[in-house]
């Protein structure tokens, strides 16, 4: 089995396991797989521009991306990450409409491109795939708008809290590059130096502890409280 032969084979067997097409029949999975295009893309490169008519569907096989929008002055506001096993891109292949956001590699990331023909095929023969596409669409819309009204309603404090309450494995984070301070204050429309203050006081009443490689939460129930959520 040659190179290309071997990676379709990885990409056919983690369609299998794709939320949005089970159900599918073998044959189809093989020719989304047969059809699909391979591609590598180091560290900072732009997988997308805001504004592209992109008409593939996006399927990250390693690696981690950011998708951002970027001001006129060149300020960052990271909208969300997107993590090994994830797909995106629905907006282009459905709405066949320009990018809303710029997509770009974190680290090296492994990508598939199905093209939007080849989607569509599967569509017509099966409409329930559709359905469940605009269902992953609704639920990046949902978290858009949560997005809108922390950035219009909380304070940095309480964004920063409450992004690290839903990231935390256990009480720990481990800080790869989408957790480092540039990253995370662009994702939460701020900029380092605010950050910066906002860890240092949160480490100061003991609520958090950081070091190189983790921040480790002390008191979840105090950190509940600053990021202004109620516990259950």
Known sequence: ?????????????????????????????????????????????????????????????????????????????????????????EIGVLAKRPNPATAMALEESGIWLIPRQSLEEVVQAHPQTALKIIENMADKIIGLVTLAADLSLKTVEARFAKLLLESVDGDVIERRRCTNQTELAARLGTVPDVLSRVIRELTKTGLIEVDKQHIRILDREGLMKRAMIQGG
């Open 1 to 89: 089995m040659n190179e290309n032969s071997h990676q379709t084979s990885i990409l056919f067997k983690r369609l299998q396991t794709l939320d949005f097409l089970r159900g599918l029949d073998d044959e189809s999975l093989k020719r989304l797989a047969d059809h699909a295009v391979w591609n590598v893309f180091p560290p900072d490169a732009v997988v997308f521009w805001e504004g592209d008519v992109e008409s593939n569907l996006f399927y990250l096989q390693y690696g981690s991306l950011k998708v951002l929008k970027t001001s006129a002055e060149g300020r960052e506001q990271v909208l969300r990450f997107i993590d090994t096993g994830e797909v995106f891109n």
